[in-house]
């Protein structure tokens, strides 16, 4: 049988899909001069491949069928399997009708597609709901899926082959993706876990299935032939809690330096699951970027979605051991929770600003269906376009802020943190001394043309 993978490529703003938002993906279209070059950044440096279309097309070619991959055209084939997301449907619900009327058999994977089927349904002949492997199995041994096709989880990660890239990339991506340092192009996902053990109300990356992690031996042994494969490749760990189990991390460590393992990688977190020893041995084994949620400033906010606070103090400590390190932050933030008011949202920017990560990331909360707050929110949500739930789109009717302040104070996060002289300081390492003084002075020059900007647009600062 030939298999088609369509992991489609989105037209419109920067897109992420596969492990973004848990599989319903995002889409930042530019919303100012500033968001404008940071997509064109997240664009070139983020843009990875399909973690779980490298897994199905390593089953299907093991059991012996012919894998082709496409992010746009139309390919000859007998079955269609194509990654859904929440963001970009309708364009993977055309592509699915085009691919039907050439004769293939279609079918739907990942959370969009499990969670929210009726989108799907009527372009498809099978979708498959939840983790896709188990189901992708009974395809690959010949069963015809039909309709919605449970998936169990798979228990054991380590029985699962490893991704094939090499039937998955085009050559040109593979030697953009193995020439650099800090890839152009993206790098190579890989999964060492799935899901998390956490409660956020919010976050669509617990809503699948449980926690599961991988022996270190398995991840290893994944790694190790990445590295014979392609010259000192970049992976991008996607668990979403990568050090939740701090011994197993530490085992990596050693078994990476142990074998002499040259690749480097990135990795997401909580920052109240590292500490300076972890860090260093991480570091030591190739870590280079770690990203980590910090969402709002109040606790109390937090405490209101679940999510444990980590004291101020540990995070600053975190991140000054990060900048010494030479290991790059980037720290998540979320506007919009429901107790968030413009003075919190500016004091949230201020922080995020005052914390120091090199980067930082700011979206706009998003009821996503099938999480606890989805349900908590439902009479709020006035949005119907499920291609708006992006991550970037006010969704909801907020209590204290409407839809355009809360756009303009993602916009003025973006432009405060990104534009001062401070942030390329940062980013350059230089951290003291007379330079700095100056970088200091002209951050308040900065701040100050913020301040007048924003009192032009909306009559208000972003200060709290
Ligand atoms: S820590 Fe919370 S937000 Fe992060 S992945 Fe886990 S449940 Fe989601």
Same mark, same amino acid.
């Given at each position: ?5 369509? !992991? ?9 899909? !596969? ?12 919303? $100012? ?16 491949? @399909? ?27 007998? #079955? ?38 009726? *989108? ?18 009974? /395809?690959?041994?010949?069963?015809? %899926? ?6 169990? =989880? ?35 996902? %890989?999964?060492? @876990?799935? $899901? ?13 299935? $449980? ?5 270190? +031996? +398995? ?19 996607? !668990? ?30 909580? *920052? ?5 020893? %972890? /860090? !260093? ?7 280079? #970027? ?26 600053? =400590? ?28 500016? =004091? ?59 756009? &303009? %104070? ?6 405060? &943190? ?47």
């Amino acid at each position: 049988m030939r298999i088609v993978l369509a !992991d489609l490529k989105a037209t419109e703003g920067v897109v992420g899909k !596969d492990t973004v938002a848990g599989g319903y993906g995002s889409r930042l279209v530019p919303l $100012s001069r500033t968001t404008e070059v940071y997509c064109f950044f997240k664009k070139n440096f983020h843009d990875h491949p @399909s973690v779980q279309m490298a897994y199905i097309a390593a089953i299907c070619a093991r059991l012996g069928h012919e894998v082709a991959w496409t992010r746009d055209e139309l390919l000859e084939g007998d #079955v269609a399997v194509i990654l859904s997301s929440l963001v970009d449907y309708r364009r993977e619900t055309a592509w699915a009708d085009a691919a039907r009327e050439s004769g293939l058999r279609v079918g739907f994977v990942g959370l969009a597609a499990s969670k929210m089927p009726d *989108l799907f349904a009527g372009h498809a002949d099978f979708l498959i709901d939840g983790e896709p492997e188990s189901a992708i199995q009974r /395809l690959a041994g010949g069963e015809s %899926l039909s309709g919605v096709c449970q998936s169990e =989880a798979i228990s054991d990660l380590d029985s699962l082959p490893f991704p094939r890239w090499d039937l998955l990339q085009s050559r040109k991506l593979l030697r953009r993706i193995s020439a650099v340092s800090r890839p152009f192009g993206g790098g190579f996902p %890989l999964l060492s @876990s799935r $899901s998390c053990p956490e409660f956020c109300t919010y976050c669509p990356h617990r809503i699948l299935t $449980s926690y599961r992690a991988r022996s270190v +031996n +398995n991840i290893v042994e994944e790694l190790e032939q990445l590295c014979d494969r392609y010259p000192r490749p970049y992976v991008v760990f996607r !668990d979403p809690l990568f050090t939740e189990q701090r011994d197993r991390c530490l085992a990596l460590c050693d078994e990476v330096l142990v074998r002499g393992l040259n690749f480097r990688f990135e990795c997401e977190t909580r *920052l109240d699951h590292l500490d300076e020893h %972890l /860090l !260093d041995r991480m570091r030591a084994a190739g870590l280079r #970027v770690i990203t980590f949620g910090v969402e709002a400033v109040s606790d109390e906010t937090l405490r209101k979605v679940a999510r444990r606070p980590t004291p101020e103090a540990h995070q600053r =400590a975190i991140i000054e051991v990060c900048s010494r390190r030479g290991i790059l932050t980037t720290a998540y933030y979320v506007f919009g929770f429901l107790p968030d008011n413009w003075n919190s949202i500016a =004091a949230t920017i201020d922080y995020s600003i005052a914390l120091g990560s090199t980067f930082a990331q700011f979206k706009i909360l998003t009821p996503y269906p099938g999480t606890p707050l989805w349900k908590q929110m439902k009479p709020l949500i006035y949005e119907h376009d499920w291609q708006k739930f992006d991550g970037y789109t006010p969704t909801f009717k907020h209590p204290h802020l409407n839809a355009e302040e809360l756009r &303009f %104070l993602l916009g003025a996060a973006y432009a405060r &943190f990104y534009t001062r002289p401070s942030w390329l300081a940062n980013y350059l390492r230089i951290r003291r001394g007379p330079v700095r003084q100056w970088v200091h002075r002209m951050d308040t020059k900065a701040f100050e043309a913020h301040t007048r900007k924003e009192i032009e647009l909306m009559s208000r600062p972003v200060t709290c």
